[in-house]
């Protein structure tokens, strides 16, 4: 059965369609915002990953070429790896959606938005969040949604819903906002230094802009959604539970005082191998089951600690900052360099000026740029004492380095005032607790 739901949004055509095209996935959804067109498909995997404890979500957003009328560039002549504007789009979607699934799925989800038609004053991004919600939300697999997404700026001091292009040149917000019906799930975006009521303003004004979206979506999950699969029942075994409570309560202590990060997480390890070294006759089969229950009591103390104690793990009270030094001129060949230390986060940064010929040229969807601010950020495993392969770039590297890239870029020189090239990089060498703001 096919569906097409549709709403003015901004002055511009809004409208979501179902059950037309790609009627193998789970669920998809094919939006539209004026020229700029979507498909968003969501599906979930039959079989069951018993191994894992985390939900397996993947999003991927792309941007075909065929969607602004070009050729890709370079010898293949088609689309390879993801922009880091896809990488960025990609996650976005992924972080208000992830918390509305049940705690309890194990099964492969995986949502596509695809961007099949680009126009340049309407942003596909957020066209694909509030796609990717319809596909969920008419698909079997269970979500608790729907949500919606909605751009705000500010253009000589009034508020606008989905800015075009000329209109985010000219405002002093860019924001995107997520939202159900009685709450935000996500803020992404920046300001040129704005009052802290004129932000908030700006939310609510995007959350009542989102409404309609929403209510797009609940009739639309009315009249051709699929009935939801069951997500699998917690299991509490709770002879184990009141084990590992017994046990464990008293060897967790020394993890619990430990401030240093290293030492703590060694000590918290030698609880738990001792834990399931007294329980293991009685549980043998329950090694993982004793390890969850290790996990939850670990996190019931932390926290107890600090709303009962008004303690942080490394001893602090509640208002005290971790200790902050700063040393710049480390690196005697750079152009500038500056170790950043908060508590055990510590960042190496280092600055490079160059001229027009280093500019970063983007081939984007709408047309090529040219970038003269760059940062990456980088985030290598001895950080936090672990080993793995270095892939190049992780989408956690791509999406640090935008956050600090966007709070940076404000206040740097801008116009033919300052005819450079700045690259920024940001090498974590340790990481307890916001590297980004580190690097920032």
Known sequence: MQKVVEVELAGRPFSIEAGRLAKQAGGAALCRYGDTVVLVTATASTSVRDSVDFLPLTVDYQEKTYAAGKIP???????GRLSDRETLTSRLIDRPIRPLFPQTWRSEIQVIATVLSAEKDNDPDFV??????????????????????????????????????????ASDISLLVAGSKDA??????????????????????????????????????KAIGKAKREAP???????????????????????????????RYAKFDAAKAEVKAALAEKF???????????????????????????????????????????????????????????????????????????????????????KRFLLHYNFPPYSVGETKFLRGPSRRDVGHGALAERALTPVLPQGDSFPYVIRIVSEVLESNGSSSMATV
Not at 194 to 203: F, P, Q, R
Not at 237 to 257: F, H, S, W, Y
Request: charged residues 25%; glycine residues 10%; proline residues 4%.
């Open 73 to 79: 560039g370079g010898f293949f002549k088609r689309e």
């Open 128 to 169: 694909a969040l509030c796609g990717a919600s319809a596909a969920l939300s008419i698909s079997d697999i269970p979500f608790d949604g729907p949500i919606a997404g909605i751009r705000v700026g500010r253009v000589d001091g009034k508020l606008c819903l989905n800015p075009t292009a000329e209109q985010a040149e």
């Open 184 to 221: 935000l799930v996500m803020v992404e975006g920046g300001a040129k230094v704005v009052a802290d009521d004129i932000m908030l303003e700006a939310l609510y004004f995007a959350h009542d802009g989102l409404q309609p979206i929403l209510k797009m979506q609940h009739e639309l999950q």
């Open 233 to 263: 029942e917690a299991v509490v075994n709770e002879p184990l539970v009141k084990a590992v409570r017994k046990v464990a309560t008293k060897l967790m202590q020394a993890g619990l005082d430990e401030p240093a990060k290293i030492e």
């Open 284 to 370: 043998p089969d329950d090694g993982k089951a004793i390890s969850g229950a290790f996990g939850d009591l670990k996190a019931e103390l932390v926290r107890e600690r600090i709303v009962k104690q008004k303690l942080r793990l490394d001893g602090r009270d509640l208002t005290t900052v971790r200790p902050i030094e700063c040393e710049t001129k480390l690196l005697p060949r750079v152009h500038g360099s500056a170790v950043f230390q908060r508590g055990e986060t510590q960042a190496l940064v280092t600055a490079t000026l160059g001229t027009s010929s280093d500019e970063q040229r983007v081939d984007a969807l709408l047309g090529q740029y040219k």
